[in-house]
């Protein structure tokens, strides 16, 4: 997959969209797909880009890129109450990573 990143950054649990200011010691996971019910909780802006912010129920949060925040909403097919159920991965474009909704959950 494009910009399929080969590890993703996280702080504290959490993705990270910058390794530039991690607020934190960095953990890098392997960038497997996963398969999650996430909720859209909020959205912040950076330099040059706009990301939103899903979380799992159990906190777990994480950013994505207003493209492929337009590309869930166009492709998932459902989203109840801001909560979109399904397979995940980590992107990376250029310095910054995000997360892409990759399909339905099995």
């Not at 997959?1 to 996280?10: D, E, F, L, S, V």
């Not at 040059?48 to 493209?67: D, H, L, N, Q, W």
């Amino acid at each position: 997959m494009k910009n399929t990143a080969q590890a993703a950054p996280y702080v504290n649990g959490n993705l990270i969209a910058s390794v530039q200011s991690p607020g934190g010691r960095i953990e890098w996971r392997d960038n497997e797909p996963f398969t999650a019910a996430l909720t859209v909780m909020d959205y912040e802006r950076g330099i040059a880009s706009v990301r939103f912010i899903v979380e799992t129920a159990e906190g777990t949060s994480y950013p994505m890129f207003a493209k492929d925040f337009l590309d869930m909403i166009h492709h998932s097919g459902r989203v109840i109450d801001g909560t979109v159920e399904g397979r995940w991965q980590v992107v990376k474009r250029g310095t910054n990573y995000g997360l892409r909704y990759i399909g339905a959950a099995a």
